[in-house]
Every structure is written in C-alpha cells, then in structure tokens.
C-alpha cells in the first residue's frame, strides 16, 4: 500500500513537473506576440512545444494505461514499435534542433576585427521609423566603423509597402546621423530578403572593387544565416551582431533555426 502511494505521489509530481514546464515555455514565446504581433516559425514552434509538453503532463496516465492494456492483451510488439518510432523521431528531431541552436549561438558572438567592408543588413520600417532591430543594427555598425576608419558600408534593404522609405536609405540616414560620413556608404535599395540583401550588396562589392572579406552588422540571432548566404555569393563574412531583447531572444533564435533548414535546402 505504501509503495503504491509512494508511486501515485511520483506520478502527481511528473505531471505537474511537465504542466508547469509546458506552461514556462509558453511563457517565453508570447512576449513577441503581445508587444508587437510578432507571430513567426519561431514562436509558432515554441508555444505549440510548450502547449504540446503541458498536455503530456495531463494526459500521462491514460498514455501509461493504453500501453498496459496494449501489452496485457498481446499487442506488445505493435505498442512497443509505436512507440520506439515515435521516440527516435522526437529524439532525431531535438538532436538536430540543438545542433543548429548551437551554431546559431555560436555565429552570434563578435567575429569582425579589421574588415574594411561592412554590410549592415536591412529590418522593418514602420512608416518612417525604424524598428528596434534595425536601430540595432546601424548602432553596432556606427561603433564598428568607428573602430575602424578606413571601413566602407553598404546599406542593404528595399522598401515595403507600408514603408515611407527605403531601408538601405534608413540606415543611410542613421548612420549618418550617428557621425559616418555620406561618401562611406553606399545604398542598396532593391533587395527584400536576406538572400537579396546579400547578393544585391555583392553587386556593388564588385563595382566598386570593394574587398570581399566583410563584416555583416546584423541581429545576433541573424548572423549564421546571413554568413551561410554570404559563403553562397563568394563573400568570406564575420559577425558583428547587434543584441536584440531578452524577451525576443527565444523566438527569434528559434525561427532561425527553421530558416536555416530550409536555405540548407
């Protein structure tokens, strides 16, 4: 009898170990969605895993049940081989998930020293005001150029349509607001996506006989990606990341780690 109630408390404290971890997950995803509307991959992945460990939590013991009933009336090899696909399929799906988490933590630390071009990578433009992500990203290419006086930028992103302005010419501005002289920048203002921004920028590189060895000024959760396309153009490319917000790291971490899939594809 007291093993049997030493069991049930076992259990009880599984499931609410997993209610409250499904729960926290949640937690981390949903800032991005309130605060912005930001609704990507990233946080899509995030709240559904949290939701999805949450539900497991509560519905354990019909899982326990169903397996016993499974094997007490001769099915066991069937229950079994269920559920051994269906654990190596989560299993091979985290092992990869991590793996590329990890090179995308591991792009995202400083690696640009003394590269003379700098692509700083467009963001959204709210009508004429800039994101925090692409404020960001023109402050960590200031203080990079700044570091470095003999570099060049190229200021890379086209205009949506709810955008007033050109993102190449946003960051034009800002950066010229923030003490860059004009005749250091120049303006790529055609690209809508990474892989444009990249082989827009690359375009120019070869016009003006810049060097190909760069520095990419980006989000620092955006850099692997951006030094893969970078790679795919015959740019050799090195970080210099802009932090983003502790509350958008989760997701914005995450959904590169879906981008990245799919460019490897």
């Given at each position: 009898m007291e093993n049997?109630?030493?069991?049930?408390?076992?259990?009880?404290?599984?499931?609410?170990?997993?209610?409250?971890?499904?729960?926290?997950?949640?937690?981390?995803?949903i800032p991005p969605l309130i605060s912005l509307g930001v609704l990507n991959l990233g946080n899509i992945f995030g709240m559904g895993a949290g939701a999805a460990i949450a539900l497991?939590?509560?519905?354990?013991?019909?899982?326990?049940?169903?397996?016993?009933?499974?094997?007490?009336?001769?099915?066991?090899?069937?229950a079994v081989a269920v559920l051994s696909v269906i654990c190596a399929l989560i299993l091979a799906f985290l092992i990869a998930f991590f793996a590329t988490?990890?090179?995308?933590?591991?792009?995202?630390?400083?690696?640009?020293?003394?590269?003379?071009?700098?692509?700083?990578?467009?963001?959204q433009i709210?009508?004429?005001?800039?994101?925090?992500?692409?404020?960001q990203r023109c402050m960590a290419a200031v203080k990079y150029m700044n570091e470095n006086p003999d570099a060049v930028a190229i200021a890379s992103g086209g205009q949506g349509s709810d955008e007033d302005l050109s993102e190449g010419q946003c960051i034009f501005n800002i950066m010229t607001e923030n003490g860059i002289a004009p005749d250091r920048i120049f303006i790529e203002d055609k690209s809508t996506n990474t892989d444009e921004n990249i082989a827009f920028s690359k375009k120019i590189i070869d016009e003006k006989g810049l060097s190909t060895d760069v520095a990419v000024a980006t989000n620092e959760y955006h850099e692997k990606r951006?030094?893969?396309?970078?790679?795919?153009?015959?740019?050799?490319?090195?970080?210099?990341?802009?932090p983003s917000s502790k509350w958008g790291k989760p997701t914005f971490f995450t959904r590169e780690v879906f981008a990245?899939?799919?460019?490897?594809l």
């Open positions: 049997s109630a030493t069991k049930g408390l076992f259990m009880i404290a599984i499931r609410i170990a997993l209610v409250l971890l499904g729960l926290y997950i949640i937690r981390l995803y497991f939590g509560i519905i354990l013991p019909k899982i326990i049940s169903f397996v016993k009933q499974q094997i007490e009336s001769g099915h066991k090899k069937p988490l990890g090179s995308v933590v591991a792009a995202s630390h400083q690696t640009a020293t003394n590269q003379n071009t700098v692509i700083v990578l467009g963001c709210r009508g004429s005001v800039p994101s925090m992500s692409l404020n951006a030094i893969m396309i970078c790679k795919k153009n015959g740019i050799t490319a090195y970080s210099v990341p802009a990245i899939w799919a460019q490897l």
